[in-house]
């Protein structure tokens, strides 16, 4: 089956002539500035998306059962020699996994290698600088020594890398002599004091002229080759026309046209050059199974040419033994395209690269690339970075309301978040002006909440809000996955991952996205297997979720699992997931306000499962002997005993004679103890060992941690902090008197005074740190951490400084108007030998003299209704002591009419803050429209701008389903409902929640093949077509999520609905059937007639091949339905009546005035009632990116608006844990797979007081004396309404929480407010389950 190749972008298909202003669509984000036509053709952006394929992959990947791809012999190299002999990659079988090959140009893109080229001592390296290195001498005269300087090594490198590119090129099918390493085109740096690693980037050329984006990379460690790397490197036809057919005036003059704007003359912000443009270019459609027959550009290498054209067909279940992955086969998930990008190709024009100055340009600086023959343009783009900042509410450590660090702290920033396109950094911050959307998704964390999708778009900045409550609870947009726990979560998690990867640079795991579940239906609970996992509040115990220790001893459960033993370490892997947990907070309670009403076993005020400082219990150590007594088998209550020798280590007797540490240099001697020692642990101690000589054995956790203090390679004289590491060890009984005389030693002429920080410099979103020097200091590392413990807590080491080098530090990427805090520690002759560290610096970075902040979130005005104003307060800061008066203004925008805003003319600020009051209001005039309110506030020669998005309408209410009576139902009507997730999957292949989903009860789905791989009914929503409430008689829009199989040209989705108004016998009518327009996830959109009465039903019969049915019954297929009343024709809805009131419970119950308009800001009450979510306009065009949550289980969650109707049938059936998403196979079975096996999971909050309840090996998921596993949410006491016009909806029946409550729409009040962004997770099933309690 031919994989249908990437279509090219119509400006490829233009003729040659210069582009015409109606061809390029306004950016509307920068509409009045020269920016407003910039663009960028597709052909040359996707040349930025490399694709490379593993060539031990590649068998899989062509169909072919075998292929031996790496012993073809090489036509360009010695005769007979193959192409892993000539680059010394060793055997066939491990050479074919050391090259991965361009597939748009048949290049080795990627070649892994162990081949000394210079001097040094990596493996296999018996080079010298006095006999084997001769070469390498730049001149005749060189000396025969080693180099002495950087620069010395860099000129010998770059030597050593031309004469390996110049022996290797036939094998690489390139011509690196004269495309390669011209002068002035190569960069370079050493790394290391002697040197130990080397990195190469030599810009390709042809003809003299850069080929831009195309370049050779090379890396030397320990004088060994040990990659090489060939970059967007396709073949140039050797008569490709470098003479340029126009002139550099003439090429400004094409830009200006485009942008139609007069330049100015002589004016440039860069100077013009004559460049080749790399770029994509698409094979015609295939018609075979296998190759294409369409012309390949020519490739010197024979061999790799012949690998292009190559379309991946659909094999069976080997293939996923030699691909294991996606990832493996086509990169990381950073390069993973469309397989159909292997009938791509590069091609090249030869461009001039100009930068023109325009009238009227402001803070833009413009860059163009315009064919200099044709005089089109390629790119038009500002090269400006802008700035902006993602934020939320976190809990610092627990949301036990005890503390700064047990309450909601607001706009603390949202780390390593994909917004957009970019990435925050550190501080949350992002570039680029405009509307932009962000999730709870980055590079190093991925929040998925059972609570529902989260999704935000702002301009200005992204502000995720905070709110009271817990569990479900959201401040009323970014969807219903924006709860607590996934803002706390996501900022702990990726500090903690950011001191990791601070301390473990190299670390893989560290590298890589972890997968969170946040709000999991259940109670007392978190647990680790290979994602972590977090339950909701209930039976006495806090939301996990909402708890810093509990993310940070889960994730530590994986830092164990990823270290140098890649394995829970033994006898427990607590201990230490503790220990990660505790340095982090510098809190021994681990999980403080885990127990909402009491505190754990034996503790004095830890309110958490357990408390790790002795003197916090008993008084006494809690020993090897304490461990086979008393824990039995439970490791909870064994791993207590190393980890209250850690701690006693760092709170102690560091910090006692004759060491005397202050509290931050002992923790930073702990903690990098810890995450360097813990990494080869694979035992921390003998249970069955005796007491008191149980740490007697290689790389136990006593040797371990001396290794990690050794200085100078020999533990038999001591290391410097010997006798405080035994004391902590032995007090525990698992030390080893008899593995070394005990003495501390080493560290001679050790600093032994504080640096005095003598300058801190705050400017915009960076701080930089002057220190006086200390004598006898090597280097000085410099640490950073921030949030309400100030310097009290496990900290980020930024780098280090030599003492020979200026003693300053700039730290880049912070949150204006955050205070962060810092030290300095002197360190001697190893990274051993610590001196005292300085005092902890304070200092917040800011971008002017005051800092303005205001709600972000989003006005929405139903005009059905009468409105009331939306006032928000807005807080004034001024900046470092700054005095002086700050005007304001403000001004509203948009398509509506009759919307105000007020605002106090001014404020004086003398070194304090004030709180500013802005009123939007929408008047009985006002019209249906959208816009902005733009607040403008001036003074000290500053001025700042603050906007936030406006939307007036006559709206209904978007619904969300619950499952009811076989299906999801939205029991109220509304101008939409959505299953949401109820039903993302298919059958057991997800699984499906509440299979089959139909409301005759028909099982209807087949169980073969593979969740997201093979077809499943994902998602149905319904909706009207005005944005206005659902009415029988009207016309409605049917959007179905599927997920497509290969290119989905063998599915189908077969649309039903029901004119039976009795939803439990529908009669099916046919509505239309529709083929899915790719594969993977897919949008497919339709339209009918809603029949008359309320009731109604739709189906999907999503099938792989077969004829149209509503129940295919294929082993491929999947039927889901959907229910929901409509608004009956003759009801009025101008004027509501009646007085109902909310009830605590999930349904929605009409008030008297209902809040269509409400605020968006956050709740400043205590309670944790659930507040509700605005209502939002649905879009009157389909969302082409719906949510697909991994989440199996529908969540609680605040109502956009009363309901009318609680939700019926309850159950308390607990959610079941998240599945992970298996590879994609590349053939349809001949046989249906069989399930897997069943997981079982052990408690992982067993409280480690209990050991007589340890669990065994893989118990049940909760203990058996759990109660309720879902809380009871009775109606409310309050009078309901129950309209007459619902007469299937009696009052009668009595209103109990449904098994899956009812849910709000997860977005919040934008222009196309029903939209859900996707979020694609793979995960890996790992059959490893830690559970902290």
């Keep these: 089956m031919m994989m249908k190749p990437k279509q090219l972008a119509t400006l490829l298909l233009l003729q040659a002539s210069a582009l015409s202003n109606a061809l390029v669509e306004p950016n509307a984000e920068k509409i009045g500035t020269v920016a407003e036509r910039e663009f960028v053709d597709p052909a040359v952006s996707a040349v930025s998306s490399p694709v490379s394929i593993a060539m031990a992959s590649l068998p899989a990947l062509m169909g072919v059962a075998n292929m031996d791809v790496p012993q073809v012999d090489n036509p360009f190299g010695p005769s007979g020699t193959s192409i892993n002999d000539g680059l010394g990659l060793g055997s066939a079988s491990q050479s074919g996994k050391k090259i991965s090959v361009d597939v748009r140009s048949g290049i080795p893109a990627f070649v892994d290698l162990v081949k000394p080229i210079m001097p040094g001592d990596g493996v296999g390296n018996s080079l010298t600088w006095s006999v084997g290195a001769l070469h390498l001498r730049l001149h005749d005269d060189d000396p025969h020594g080693p180099p002495q300087t950087h620069k010395e090594i860099q000129d010998i490198a770059l030597v050593a890398v031309e004469n390996w590119f110049h022996e290797n090129d036939g094998y690489l099918g390139i011509d690196s002599r004269s495309q390669l390493f011209q002068q002035g085109r190569t960069r370079m740096a050493v790394h290391g004091s002697t040197g130990e690693m080397v990195q190469l980037s030599a810009q390709r050329t042809f003809k003299g002229l850069a080929v831009k984006g195309s370049r050779a990379t090379a890396t030397i460690k320990k004088g060994n080759l040990i990659n090489i790397g060939l970059e967007q490197w396709g073949e140039i036809d050797e008569d490709f026309d470098v003479e340029p057919s126009i002139t550099a005036d003439e090429a400004i003059e094409a830009v200006a046209d485009h942008a139609g704007r007069e330049v100015i003359e002589g004016k440039l912000d860069c100077k013009s050059e004559l460049v080749i443009l790399s770029m994509v270019k698409g094979l015609q459609d295939a018609t075979t199974t296998t190759t294409t027959s369409t012309k390949i550009p020519k490739v010197k290498n024979d061999f790799f040419s012949k690998l292009r054209g190559q379309v991946p067909a659909r094999v069976g279940s080997d293939a996923e033994d030699e691909a294991e992955t996606e990832d493996e086969a086509f990169g990381s998930e950073n390069n993973k395209q469309d397989s159909s990008a292997v009938n791509e190709y590069y091609d090249y024009m030869l461009v001039w690269k100009v930068c023109p100055v325009f009238v009227g340009q402001q803070q833009e600086m413009m860059e163009a690339y315009v064919n200099a023959h044709t005089s089109q343009v390629y790119s038009f783009v500002d090269t400006v970075d802008y700035f902006n900042n993602a934020r939320g509410s976190v809990y610092p450590t627990s949301n036990d309301g005890e503390g700064a660090d047990g309450s909601l702290q607001a706009d603390w920033p949202m780390p390593y978040m994909y917004v957009g396109s970019q990435t925050t950094t550190t501080g949350g911050n992002y570039e680029g002006p405009g509307s932009m959307t962000a999730t709870y998704r980055g590079p190093y964390v991925d929040m998925v909440d059972n609570c529902g999708t989260d999704s935000l778009t702002q301009s200005g900045g992204i502000n995720w809000g905070g709110s009271g409550g817990t569990d479900c609870t959201t401040p009323g947009f970014g969807g219903a996955g924006n709860t607590h726990s996934s803002r706390s979560g996501f900022y702990e998690l990726n500090k903690i991952m950011e001191i990791a990867r601070s301390r473990l640079p190299n670390n893989s795991w560290l590298q890589g996205r972890l997968r969170s579940n946040m709000n999991i239906n259940n109670s007392c609970n978190a647990y680790w297997n290979g994602s972590i996992n977090f339950y909701r509040e209930g039976n006495g115990c806090g939301n996990t979720g909402e708890i810093a220790a509990i993310f940070d001893h889960e994730w530590g459960h994986g830092m164990d699992r990823y270290d140098v033993t890649s394995g829970i370490a033994d006898p427990s892997g607590e201990g230490i997931a503790d220990l990660y947990s505790a340095l982090r907070l510098n809190d021994s309670c681990i999980g403080r306000g885990f127990y909402l009403s009491r505190k754990c076993s034996g503790c004095i005020s830890c309110t958490g499962v357990r408390d790790i400082d002795y003197m916090k219990k008993s008084g006494s150590p809690f020993t090897h002997s304490n461990a086979k007594s008393s824990c039995g088998s439970s490791v909870h209550c064994i791993g207590v005993v190393y980890s209250e020798a850690v701690w006693d280590l760092y709170k102690r007797h560091l910090q006692s004679p004759p060491y005397n540490y202050d509290d931050n240099t002992a923790m930073e001697i702990v903690t990098r103890m810890t995450y360097i020692g813990a990494g080869n642990v694979a035992n921390w101690f003998s249970l069955n060992g005796t007491p008191g000589s149980s740490g007697c054995f290689s790389n136990s956790g006593y040797h371990a941690y001396l290794a990690a203090d050794d200085d100078d390679g020999n533990l038999n004289n001591g290391t410097p902090h010997m006798n405080a590491i035994f004391t902590a060890f032995n007090e525990h009984q698992i030390a080893c008197p008899t593995s070394y005389d005990v003495k501390d030693s080493g560290c001679p002429n050790n600093p032994n005074s504080p640096p005095i920080v003598i300058q801190v410099i705050s400017s915009d979103a960076q701080v930089t740190l002057t220190w006086a020097s200390v004598n006898n200091a090597v280097k000085y590392e410099v640490l950073r951490t921030e949030g309400v413990h100030q310097c009290a807590q496990g900290k980020v080491l930024l780098g280090e400084v030599s003492a020979s080098d200026q003693l300053t530090w700039t730290d880049t990427g912070l949150q204006n108007g955050r205070e962060y805090y810092y030290i300095i520690v002197p360190k001697g002759q190893s990274d051993s030998c610590y001196g005292p560290s300085s005092s902890c610096i304070a200092a917040i970075p800011s971008e002017g003299p005051y800092l303005m902040s205001c709600p972000n979130d989003s006005v929405v005005f139903n005009l059905k209704y009468t409105t009331s104003p939306n006032t928000r307060q807005c807080t004034i800061e001024a900046s470092s002591g700054w005095s002086g008066t700050v005007n304001f203004a403000c001004s509203t925008s948009g398509t509506f009419s009759g919307v105000s805003c007020t605002v106090p003319s001014s404020i004086y600020l003398s070194g304090n803050s004030a709180l500013l009051d802005l009123t939007i209001a929408a008047g009985t005039s006002a019209t249906e429209g959208d816009g902005t309110v733009t607040l403008t506030a001036t003074g000290g020669g500053y001025s700042t701008i603050f906007s936030t998005d406006v939307l007036a309408g006559n ?268 590879t994609l196979p590349t053939s349809r079975p001949s046989v249906s797979p069989s399930t897997s096996p069943s997981q079982s999971v052990e408690p992982s909050f067993e409280p480690s007081d209990s050991p007589s309840s340890s669990p065994s090996t893989m118990p049940s998921l909760l203990p058996s004396s759990t109660p309720s596993l879902a809380p009871s949410l009775q109606p409310s006491a309050n009078p309901t309404f129950w309209p007459s016009y619902l007469p299937s909806l009696r009052p009668s029946e009595s209103p109990t929480s449904s098994k899956n409550p009812t849910r709000v729409p997860t977005t919040s009040p934008t222009k196309n407010p029903t939209s859900f962004p996707t979020t694609a997770v793979r995960v890996r099933a790992i059959f490893i389950f830690h559970l902290l309690w």
């Excluded at 101008?1134 to 209902?1154: I, K, L, M, N, Y």
């Design 955 to 1222: 709206y209904g209410i978007a619904q969300m389903a619950s499952y009811s009576n076989g299906s999801p139902m939205c029991a109220t009507y509304g101008a939409s409902c959505d299953s949401g997730t109820l039903l993302d999957g298919r059958g057991t292949r997800g699984p499906e929640e509440n299979q089959p989903n139909t409301r005759d009860g028909v099982d209807c789905d087949g169980d073969s093949g593979t969740y997201h791989s093979d077809e499943s009914l994902d998602r149905l929503v319904v909706r009207s077509l005005n944005g206005d409430d659902m009415i029988e008689g009207t016309t409605v829009e049917i959007e179905a999520t599927v997920w497509a199989w290969s290119t989905g040209s063998s599915d189908t989705l077969d649309l039903y609905y029901s004119n039976s108004n009795d939803m439990s016998n529908p009669n099916w009518q046919h509505i239309v059937s529709k083929t899915p327009s790719g594969g993977g996830q897919q949008i497919i959109t339709a339209q009918y007639q809603l029949p008359e009465g309320l009731n109604h039903v739709i189906r999907g019969n999503f099938r792989y091949s077969g004829s149209r049915s509503y129940c295919s019954r294929g082993s491929w297929d999947d039927a889901d339905d959907l229910a929901f009343v409509v608004r009956p024709l003759a009801l009025d809805t101008d004027s509501p009546t009646g007085s109902p009131t909310a009830s605590p419970s999930e349904s929605r119950v009409p008030s008297s005035e209902p809040s269509l308009h409400p605020s968006l800001t956050p709740s400043t009450s205590p309670s944790r009632q659930r507040s509700a979510l605005p209502s939002t306009k649905p879009s009157s065009e389909p969302s082409l990116t719906p949510s697909i949550s991994p989440s199996k289980k529908p969540s609680l969650k605040p109502s956009t608006e009363p309901s009318l109707n609680p939700s019926l049938n309850p159950s308390m059936k607990p959610s079941s844990s998240p599945s992970s998403s298996p």
